[in-house]
């Protein structure tokens, strides 16, 4: 059902001046609103049977260019929101109206987003948005639609792509999670309309799989601990996994960027670079002897991942990005050796720190069994929050 717009005199209100404030009224499926022109007429002025100014009517010139310049502002939306076959109702037609929303492309918002990310120097996050800016490209080949014309059929359309090109349910997840954060960035950019937001209906949590077992006992963490190699590249890794283990789990990238600066009256203070938190723990005598260990006075790096010839963002990603693959591949090999019950990678060390705790009976509110995206800033939060001795007494339980 088309809506219809009026310009009336509003005689139920009368100004102090005795005149009637002139209103827009529209109308649509029986429910009437209004919205004011921003100017009044004194109603001897007015035809009220032909809702227009009188011959008279001072400055009846201008009033009919402002009357006529409305109305066609509003029939022209109404015609687009036909044509493009979206539902409105009286009062989102008059806030579409008279809070216009900015012209920005998906393509658009993605680019500007990948762009923030870069000069945020969140280069990993970059990539992942990259990599589904290219993925939405491919399947609708262009990306110069409104966010408003994503809606709930055409979320189930690019689903039902992603699987005929057999990706892994969690990475359609990672997809559908990164184009739902998107979305929300143009909602609060003014880009759409809230209303047309369809992750409402289609729920991308159901795009979650289990994720496999990645804890391991601390008899296998001892086990790791006291492996012998002879060869350097995979006790760097064993050293960088034992690292992780005792440090609060502290993943890969953040151990890269550690330096001398990061420790402080016996302890390891840094900012996780995914969540921005401060993390602070006491240093564990073995970690302390990892550190003397590789200490070297010409590199300000705590472990060799990263050394003073990384000087660029760039430079230090493809070195972090090098050394991590071969790191899990020696921890692959060393775990296939000793017989573990899981595939053993960096990540192992985070899921085992956390899930020992918990089993030793560390309260949760300290430390968080899983590890998940979700949980991740909770667990940060709450090492971050308590007192040290509380954090002292939980890391005992660690060997």
């Not at 929300?184 to 759409?192: G, H, L, T």
């Not at 937001?197 to 008899?219: C, E, G, H």
């Not at 020696?330 to 595939?343: H, M, T, W």
């Not at 968080?368 to 001795?389: A, I, M, P, R």
Request: aromatic residues 10%.
């Amino acid at each position: 059902m088309n809506a219809t717009v009026k310009v009336l005199c509003y005689k139920s209100k009368t100004l102090s001046n005795g005149e009637n404030p002139l209103m827009i009224r529209v109308s649509k499926g029986g429910k009437k609103s209004y919205k004011s022109l921003g100017i009044s007429i004194n109603p001897m002025y007015w035809d009220f049977k032909e809702n227009k100014p009188k011959r008279n009517c001072p400055d009846k010139e201008l009033v009919e260019n402002l009357i006529n310049e409305k109305l066609k502002t509003f029939n022209q939306t109404i015609l687009e929101l036909n044509v493009a076959q979206k539902e409105y109702t009286s009062d989102s037609l008059i806030n579409k109206v008279e809070k216009p929303f900015k012209l920005k492309t998906v393509k658009e918002i993605f680019l500007g987003q990948i762009e923030f990310l870069e000069t945020s120097k969140r280069k990993r996050y970059a990539e992942s948005c990259k990599t589904v800016y290219n993925s939405l490209t491919e399947f609708n080949t262009h990306l110069n639609i409104c966010f408003s014309d994503i809606d709930t059929v055409w979320l189930k359309k690019y689903e039902a792509w992603l699987r005929n090109n057999n990706l892994a349910e969690n990475t359609i997840g990672i997809r559908f999670r990164t184009l739902r954060m998107m979305y929300n960035v143009a909602i609060e950019e003014k880009c759409v309309d809230s209303q047309h937001y369809p992750f409402r209906t289609y729920k991308v949590s159901k795009l979650q799989k289990a994720t496999a077992k990645r804890a391991i006992t601390k008899a296998d963490i001892q086990k790791i601990i006291n492996y012998k190699t002879k060869n350097k590249r995979e006790q760097l890794s064993l050293d960088i996994f034992t690292f992780s283990y005792l440090m609060g789990g502290i993943n890969f990238v953040d151990i890269a960027s550690l330096t001398k600066g990061n420790i402080m009256d016996n302890q390891l203070i840094y900012t996780r670079k995914k969540t921005g938190k401060l993390i602070k723990l006491p240093l564990h005598p073995h970690a302390q002897n990892l550190i003397d260990k590789y200490s070297k006075t010409e590199n300000p790096y705590l472990l060799p991942i990263l050394s003073a010839y990384h000087k660029t963002e760039q430079q230090k990603a493809n070195r972090v990005h090098k050394i991590i693959g071969k790191t899990n591949k020696d921890l692959k090999a060393i775990g296939e050796k000793l017989k573990l019950p899981i595939p053993l990678t960096t990540y192992v060390a985070r899921h085992s720190f956390a899930t020992i705790l918990k089993r030793s009976g560390v309260q949760t509110s300290i430390i968080s069994e899983s590890l998940g995206h979700s949980s991740e800033k909770v667990t940060q939060y709450y090492l971050d929050s308590f007192e040290n001795s509380q954090i002292n007494k939980a890391m005992k339980h660690l060997l």
